[in-house]
């Protein structure tokens, strides 16, 4: 099972952690995150987020913002916070359609100037393909 930002908070939710309304406010357009001694560049838009993990999660990936950004339960289930299936053109929407008033404005005006600079979205999209591929001795 893959889980993407909505799909991360509810599997973790799920399984006994905790999601919450992140008092740090909200995490939009391009984000880095640290995952596997690398640098991972994906587009967020999110506020509420995992704060805390249920029993046997374990995280692969996280940012200053988002502790629990990238999380695997066994070799079963992989989530992730971010958005890798976000490309320029849907968050350039979401800058124009679903962030004034809501977010502030120099993280949306942040957000505009990084929409050409790259990501890792086809990285991230294979790591999620490896764990739905993945054999697995009772299946």
């Known amino acids: 099972?893959?889980?993407?930002?909505?799909?991360?908070?509810?599997?973790a939710q799920a399984l006994g952690g905790t999601v919450e309304?992140?008092?740090?406010?909200?995490?939009?357009?391009r984000q880095s995150y640290q995952m596997g001694g690398r640098e991972i560049m994906l587009n967020a838009w999110h506020?509420?987020?995992?704060?805390?993990?249920?029993?046997?999660?374990?995280?692969?990936?996280h940012s200053d913002f988002c502790a629990n950004a990238m999380v695997t339960y066994g070799d079963r289930i992989m989530t992730v916070q971010a958005h890798p299936e976000f490309d320029i053109d849907h968050v350039r929407g979401l800058i124009a359609h679903r962030g004034a008033g809501v977010?502030?404005?120099?993280?949306l005006d942040q957000a505009r100037r990084d929409l050409s600079k790259p990501v890792d979205n086809a990285d991230m999209a294979a790591m999620m393909v490896a764990v739905l591929k993945q054999a697995r001795a009772d299946a």
């Open 1 to 11: 099972m893959i889980g993407i930002c909505f799909g991360h908070q509810i599997i």
């Open 21 to 29: 309304k992140f008092s740090g406010g909200w995490s939009v357009g």
């Open 47 to 61: 506020q509420d987020q995992v704060t805390t993990l249920p029993e046997g999660a374990e995280v692969i990936g």
């Open 103 to 107: 977010i502030p404005d120099a993280q």
